[in-house]
Antibody, heavy 120, light 106 residues
Framework: QLQLQESGPGLVKPSETLSLTCTVS??????????WTWIRQPPGKRLEWIGY???????NYNSYLKSRVTISVDTSENQFSLKLTSVTAADTAVYYC????????????WGRGTPVTVSS | EIVLTQSPATLSLSPGERATLSCRAS??????LAWYQQKPGQGPRLLIY???TRATGVPARFSGSGSGTDFTLTINSLEPEDFAVYYC????????FGGGTKVEIK
């Protein structure tokens, strides 16, 4: 059974880069037809899709975050990662990694989420 | 951006009762809508996709209906494990989520 686990710092300073990793177990990030995705939920707000990456290269990002976001996939480590630059307090959220089905763009496997606070 | 509005924000019911949750889209999303269940400390779980198709392993007491802009998730005879937060998500125009409905024990 595929499982996803987020990891990374829980506290990031303003203007710095937020870096998170999602470790995939019970399956391969190289499996076709699936996109590896990050989603976040700021306190009291709705879930927000950040972006996705296919293992062989294709990617797409939320237009509101596009200039600051990079998602990468490491097939040798069976992981994928999120980098969000120039963070502010508005980036404080619970960050989830998820697998998105490429054939219908629904999220069928999620991690438990990791809270990240942006504060000095 | 397509905005999804869920109602009510909170639904207080007893085990065995029926829950009816609503999701309204600001534009036509055809049937490109999913429902997720989230329990504390967990990521969301896919329940329903394409408005009415149950995901693998989802009990038959969960059903979805609707098309266009109005959608409903129905949970027949609530079980103790069904008390959670439910989100809708559309994929007609990029990807957006609703604000959620919390189903709590009365």
């Amino acid at each position: 059974q595929l499982q996803l686990q987020e990891s990374g710092p829980g506290l990031v300073k303003p203007s710095e880069t937020l870096s998170l990793t999602c470790t995939v177990s019970g399956g391969s990030v190289s499996r076709g037809s699936y996109y590896w995705t990050w989603i976040r939920q700021p306190p009291g707000k709705r879930l927000e899709w950040i972006g996705y990456k296919y293992y062989s290269g294709a990617s797409n990002y939320n237009s509101y975050l596009k200039s600051r976001v990079t998602i990468s996939v490491d097939t040798s480590e069976n992981q994928f990662s999120l980098k969000l630059t120039s963070v502010t307090a508005a980036d404080t959220a619970v960050y989830y990694c998820a697998r998105m089905r490429g054939y219908d763009w629904y999220f069928d496997v999620w991690g438990r989420g990791t809270p990240v606070t942006v504060s000095s | 951006e397509i905005v999804l509005t869920q109602s009510p924000a909170t639904l207080s019911l007893s085990p065995g009762e029926r829950a009816t949750l609503s999701c309204r889209a600001s534009q036509n999303v055809n049937t490109y809508l999913a429902w997720y269940q989230q329990k504390p400390g967990q990521g969301p779980r896919l329940l329903i996709y394409d408005a009415s198709t149950r995901a693998t392993g989802v009990p038959a007491r969960f059903s979805g209906s609707g098309s266009g802009t109005d959608f409903t998730l129905t949970i027949n005879s609530l079980e103790p494990e069904d008390f959670a937060v439910y989100y809708c998500q559309q994929r007609s125009d990029w990807l957006t989520f609703g604000g959620g409905t919390k189903v709590e024990i009365k």
